[in-house]
């Protein structure tokens, strides 16, 4: 039951009756320990309007002695004992912004929304759920909130809040606001399930894509942006972020090591990545006659930095669609780029070198596309 405001909640934690009030602005806990009952609910309300009563008229007992069961030893507990669910994830997303780019953060912010989304609905057992606190959530609500999860998200997104909302609870643990994690068991089973294998596009439809911005009277802007992206395998961030102070000066190699999200910089882990003939033609044909060592390689209509979410919104799904290629994402550039280097047989370490990748990633997500030994070859034949 969830009282209106000012007033005495009576709710069931752990299946066992508890009384929760707010008195001059101090909160205030008082386990029955009553099992919940019909008969023992009304005794509940009878102890909620006394305590009501006593708050009115200005006899609120502080000590709650007057209040409890004979047996037990309740005392007032603080605001971190109470926190609701979204108020133990917003102090985790708060305590996590001082380490994290805004673009993950993001992320964050969605968890909550979601948070919010469920534990608020109008209907009668999503407010029983808000009646309770974060350190109240059982394993029950957890698979229930999950359920609701899968009709909203796609299933990479949901692993995601899963993982973020254990991490949650993991860390209220360590500072006292909850006792335990119910979110961990579903982190393992995300974490175990296996990965969705990956579609790189095929070099037909790389030269569909191509074709349709090169075409495209609005759109054509960003074909050198997209070729770029397939030639190299750089992160779409990444080719945001360019200058041609970044390229050498006989543009041998261009230097990688920030990146930009709607607009907003990031420092990345840096390297070098040699260019080819095909690559090289394409950067000076558009290098302008007279530019500037920090200007960007590959702005906006306008002049600005990309911003890779409109990109990816406008411009990548109608290209797409246009070209008849199903949708994938913007990022699949640099999984197809993987895919044909390694198929090529470019050496993995190589590739992990230019893309950035760390060699463990490499062979547990693209393993299929790295050429096996079927027969080990005679190392000694003239010796």
């Given amino acids: 039951m969830k009282a209106s405001k000012g007033s005495v909640v009576v709710e069931s934690f752990k299946d066992r009756l508890r009384l929760r009030w707010r ?22 309300e009878l102890k909620a309007r006394q305590i009501e009563l006593d708050a009115i008229s200005g006899n609120f007992d502080t000590t709650l002695a007057k209040y409890k069961p004979q047996s037990l030893a309740e005392k007032p507990v603080n605001d971190a004992q109470l926190l609701t669910c979204a108020e133990l994830f917003q102090q985790f997303m708060e305590y996590k912004s001082q380490s994290l780019h805004p673009r993950s953060l993001d992320r964050y912010k969605t968890t909550l929304k979601y948070l919010h989304q469920f534990y608020y609905r109008e209907d009668e057992t999503r407010k029983l759920l808000a009646a309770q606190n974060a350190i109240a959530i059982l ?12 009709s909203k998200n796609a299933e990479r997104a949901r692993k995601e809040r899963l993982i973020l909302l254990s991490a949650c609870w993991s860390w209220g643990i360590t500072k006292g606001f909850v006792e335990a994690n119910p979110w961990k068991d579903l982190q393992k089973q995300v974490e175990s399930a296996p990965k969705q294998p990956l579609k790189p596009f095929t070099q037909e439809e790389v030269k569909a894509i191509l074709a349709a911005f090169k075409t495209h009277p609005q759109y054509k802007h960003y074909a050198d942006f997209v070729e770029f992206l397939f030639l190299t395998g750089v ?19 261009i230097w990688i090591g920030e990146s930009m999200s709607r607009g907003v910089p990031q ?18 044909t558009r290098k302008p006659e007279n530019y500037l060592l920090e200007d960007l390689i590959f702005p906006s209509p306008e002049g600005l930095p990309i911003d890779d979410r409109n990109f990816r919104n406008r411009a990548w799904v109608k290209m797409l669609e246009l070209a008849g290629v199903e949708y994938r994402k913007p990022s699949n550039t640099r999984h197809t780029f993987i895919c044909m280097c390694l198929s090529a047989g470019v050496n993995p370490a190589v590739v992990a070198q230019i893309t950035g990748c760390d060699l463990q990633s490499l062979d547990r997500d693209y393993a299929e596309y790295i050429p096996s030994v079927s027969v080990l070859p005679d190392l000694y034949a003239n010796g």
């Fill in 235 to 253: 992160r779409t961030t990444e080719a945001i972020a360019l200058r041609w102070m970044h390229i050498n000066s006989n543009m041998s190699s």
């Fill in 267 to 284: 420092t990345n882990k840096v390297r070098s990545i040699p260019l080819n003939d095909r690559i090289r033609l394409l950067l000076q």
């Fill in 139 to 150: 394993q029950t609500h957890v698979e229930q909130f999950n359920a609701w999860l899968q």
């Fill in 23 to 44: 008195v001059s602005g101090k909160r205030y806990c008082l386990s029955l320990g009553l099992p919940d009952t019909q008969e023992s609910r009304m005794l509940a």
